[in-house]
């Protein structure tokens, strides 16, 4: 064999078979610890657990983020960033799409819900601030005052985190499950017990509550308040 064809021969093992890693960045540090959060829970997210998620020391992450904090905020600023604006036909439908919208992406991140309930800094991207600026223009369109919008965005805000907590089975009507199922049974018969006929005419639509027709359901009643009061102030 001649020296040529020795250097040309792929050496085994060598840098062309070593399989391409991305680098470590901001993006990927976040997307890591989004994942952790979303299969693990919320305090499973420490710089410790989401180094070993990427193959790396924790300590190197500090190169690209200052802290867990960090992180966090770079998460719920991530995951306004997924959501996807789609435009109606009028403000109505608009808006119900947004609320779908966040209901969506709230479902498919359920510690997100904690996060923004205990955030108490100011955000740092403004990409993360396109909703917000999205859905009040949608209030304005309605014929909202700036009061009435922020009032009516904590309202509307209140009811998605109060139906995604629903949904994920933390009230009556969640989804289905053994200790669901025998606390409906022992409710129920308590009920058929007592003097308590409106409980007991409801009871079947708690337990077999849709989760999407009740969510349109709440969100009829709001728009038709805003409806309301805008046509009271006019």
Not at 54 to 79: C, F, P, T, W
Not at 96 to 113: I, N
Not at 196 to 201: A, G, I, M
Request: glycine content about 8%; hydrophobic content about 40%.
């Amino acid at each position: 064999m001649t020296a040529s064809s020795v250097a040309e021969a792929p050496v085994e093992g060598g840098a062309e078979e070593r399989p391409h890693r991305e680098p470590l960045s901001r993006d990927r540090i976040i997307r890591a610890a989004l994942r952790i959060m979303d299969e693990e829970g919320l305090d499973a997210v420490t710089m410790r657990r989401v180094g070993r998620e990427l193959g790396v020391e924790a300590m190197s992450l500090y190169n690209h983020v200052r802290g867990k904090e960090d992180v966090l905020d770079g998460i719920i600023q991530g995951v306004l960033r997924e959501f996807r604006i789609t435009r109606g036909a009028d403000w109505t439908e608009s808006t119900r799409l947004a609320a779908r919208e966040f209901r969506r992406l709230l479902v498919a991140h359920p510690s997100v819900m904690k996060l923004m309930i205990q955030r108490d800094k100011p955000f740092t991207n403004a990409d993360s601030l396109q909703v917000y600026e999205y859905i009040f223009e949608l209030l304005h369109e309605a014929g909202l005052s700036g009061a009435d919008s922020g009032q009516a965005f904590h309202v509307f805000g209140g009811y998605i985190l109060g139906a995604v907590t629903l949904e994920l089975g933390l009230m009556v009507g969640g989804p289905s499950d053994d200790a669901h199922e025998q606390g409906h049974q022992e409710m129920a018969q308590l009920i058929a017990l007592a003097d308590l006929p409106r409980l007991r005419e409801v009871m079947p639509y708690l337990i077999d509550c849709d989760m999407d027709q009740q969510f349109e359901f709440g969100l009829d009643l709001l728009i038709e308040g805003l409806r309301s009061r805008v046509a009271a102030s006019s």
